[in-house]
């Protein structure tokens, strides 16, 4: 692993221990999820991960610089 990529898994690990009990249950469900998949299912899941993501930032932070439409 990369140290650009080990510090991006420290990222996420520290988000994730942040998050209260009912995020992290959350969290380790969908990872899971996704660790059981086929790789069809893991790209539908991934698409929907962006969509999701993509529509939050929307109504969050609407014309946040970077954004593409």
Same mark, same amino acid.
């Given at each position: 692993?990369?140290?650009? #990529? @080990? $510090?991006?898994?420290?990222?996420?690990? +520290?988000? !994730?221990?942040? +998050? $209260? /009990? /009912? $995020?992290? #249950?959350? !969290? %380790?469900?969908?990872?899971?999820? !996704? +660790?059981? &998949?086929? *790789? @069809?299912? =893991? =790209?539908?899941?991934? &698409?929907?991960? @962006?969509?999701?993501?993509?529509?939050?930032?929307? %109504?969050?932070? *609407?014309? @946040?610089?970077?954004?593409?439409?």
């Amino acid at each position: 692993m990369s140290k650009a #990529d @080990k $510090g991006t898994v420290q990222g996420v690990l +520290l988000q !994730f221990a942040h +998050l $209260g /009990t /009912t $995020g992290q #249950d959350q !969290f %380790i469900g969908m990872m899971n999820e !996704f +660790l059981l &998949s086929s *790789p @069809k299912q =893991r =790209r539908a899941l991934t &698409s929907q991960w @962006k969509q999701h993501v993509a529509a939050n930032e929307q %109504i969050c932070c *609407p014309g @946040k610089p970077g954004q593409h439409s």
